[in-house]
C-alpha cells in the first residue's frame, strides 16, 4: 500500500513536469515539446530521480524513527498512522455521496412522492449539490453578462469578429514574412519593393541575359518586352514558366532547384517591369499577345 502511493505520487510529480514543459516551449502545431527539444527529457528525467530519492530516503527516515522508538510509542505511531489512513479512506467513500447526496435504495420510501402513473412512481431526491452550484454560478454569470453586454454595452459580437481579424491578419503577415518562401504558382503575387525588383535584376542579369538579353529584347529566348507571351504573361503565368521551364527541348530550364520560392518571384516581378520598354534590337513578337483577366 505504501510503496502503491509513494509510485503514485511520482507519477503525478513526473505528469506535472511533463505537461510544464509542454506548456512552456513553444513546438510547431502537433508537436510534443519533448520530442521536438529533447533535452528536455533530462530535465524530465532529474525530476523522476529526485522524486524516487525522496521518496526512497521518506521511506528510510520512517523506518529508522520506528525502529528507535519504544515498543509502546511504536505502536501509538503506527495507531496514529492508521487512523489517518482511515480518515482518509472514509472521505473517499463518501465523495460519490457528497456529489450526489441521493438516498440509499433501502431508505427510499422515505422520499417517495404519492403520484403513481401506471406503476411508474416518482422520487423526491435532493439536487446533487455539484448540478445545483454550477446553476447557481451560472446565474451569477448571467448577472454579470447581462450588466456588461446589454447594460453597459461593452463590445458587440460584430466587434469582437472584427478584432479577431484584424489580429490574424496581423498573425498571418508576421508568419508571411518568416516563411517567404511558401509562395506557389497559385498564390505568388507581384511584387512592387523596390528593394525587392532590384533583386530580382541582379539575378536576372546574371542568369538570363544570354538568351533574353539585358534589355529584355530577346535572342535564344522570346522579347520578355512585348505583350506577346508565349507561355503566358501575368506574374502567375511567368513564375509558373521559370518553375517548370518552356516547352520541351526549347531552351528554357526550369529554375526551381537553381534559387528559392521567394527568388523566383522577385525575378518574374522583375521581368514583369519591362513591359512596354523598347530594347535595342527587339526580337519580333512570339506567341499570343496576353491579357490579364479582369476579375470583377
Ligand atoms: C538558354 C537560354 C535561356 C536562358 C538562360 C533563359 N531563358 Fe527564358 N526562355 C528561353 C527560351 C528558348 C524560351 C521560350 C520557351 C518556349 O518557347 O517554350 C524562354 C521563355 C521564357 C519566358 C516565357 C516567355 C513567353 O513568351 O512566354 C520567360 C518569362 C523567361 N524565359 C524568363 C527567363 C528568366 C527570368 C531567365 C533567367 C532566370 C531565363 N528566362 C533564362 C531561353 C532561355
Same mark, same amino acid.
Not at 262 to 281: C, D, H, I, N, R
Given at each position: 500500500?505504501?510503496?502503491?502511493? /509513494? ?34 527529457? !533530462? ?28 515498543? +509502546?510509542?511504536? &505502536?501509538? $505511531? ?5 487512523? $489517518?489512513?482511515? @480518515? !482518509? /479512506? ?7 455521496? =457528497?456529489?450526489?447526496?441521493? @438516498? ?27 448540478? !445545483? ?7 451569477? $454569470?448571467?448577472? *454579470?453578462?447581462?450588466?456588461? *453586454? ?8 460584430? &466587434?469582437? *469578429?472584427? /478584432? ?15 516563411? @517567404?518562401?511558401?509562395?506557389?504558382? &497559385? ?5 512592387? +519593393? ?18 533574353? @538579353?539585358?534589355?529584355?529584347?530577346? #535572342?535564344?529566348?522570346?522579347? =520578355? ?7 503566358? #504573361? ?14 520541351? #527541348? ?23 517591369? !519591362? ?11 512570339? #506567341? ?9
Amino acid at each position: 500500500m505504501r510503496t502503491l502511493a /509513494s509510485i503514485f505520487r511520482i507519477i503525478a510529480i513526473v505528469a506535472i513536469a511533463w505537461g510544464g514543459v509542454e506548456l512552456l516551449f513553444e513546438t510547431e502545431p502537433g508537436q510534443l515539446a519533448v520530442i521536438q527539444y529533447p533535452k528536455t527529457l !533530462l530535465f524530465i528525467g532529474v525530476i523522476l530521480l529526485v522524486s524516487i530519492a525522496v521518496e526512497v530516503s521518506v521511506a528510510a527516515l520512517r523506518f529508522t524513527l520506528l525502529r528507535s522508538l519504544s515498543p +509502546e510509542k511504536q &505502536e501509538l $505511531f503506527l495507531a496514529s498512522e492508521q487512523k $489517518f489512513s482511515k @480518515k !482518509l /479512506s472514509n472521505y473517499f467513500e463518501r465523495l460519490p455521496n =457528497l456529489l450526489t447526496r441521493s @438516498k440509499a435504495i433501502e431508505e427510499e420510501d422515505e422520499i417517495e412522492l404519492d403520484h403513481n402513473y401506471d406503476g411508474i412512481r416518482e422520487l423526491d431526491n435532493k439536487l446533487p449539490p455539484w448540478w !445545483l452550484y454550477s446553476f447557481y454560478a451560472s446565474i451569477i $454569470f448571467a448577472a *454579470f453578462y447581462l450588466a456588461r *453586454f446589454h447594460i453597459f454595452d461593452d463590445y458587440t459580437q460584430v &466587434e469582437e *469578429f472584427q /478584432s479577431e481579424v484584424a489580429q490574424a491578419e496581423i498573425d498571418i503577415a508576421r508568419y508571411k514574412e518568416t516563411a @517567404k518562401d511558401l509562395v506557389t504558382i &497559385e498564390t505568388v503575387t507581384l511584387m512592387e +519593393e523596390p528593394s525587392d525588383l532590384e533583386a530580382g535584376k541582379q539575378i536576372y542579369l546574371n542568369n538570363c541575359v544570354a538568351c533574353h @538579353k539585358a534589355d529584355g529584347g530577346g #535572342g535564344i529566348g522570346p522579347n =520578355l518586352t512585348d505583350e506577346h507571351w508565349i507561355l503566358g #504573361g501575368g506574374v502567375k503565368n511567368v513564375y509558373r514558366t521559370l518553375i517548370e521551364g518552356g516547352r520541351p #527541348g526549347k531552351g528554357m530550364v526550369s529554375w526551381k532547384n537553381d534559387f528559392k520560392p521567394s527568388e523566383l518571384q522577385q525575378v518574374a516581378s522583375y521581368v514583369l517591369t !519591362l513591359q512596354g520598354t523598347t530594347p535595342a534590337e527587339p526580337k519580333d513578337p512570339q #506567341g499570343e499577345i496576353w491579357q490579364e483577366e479582369i476579375i470583377e
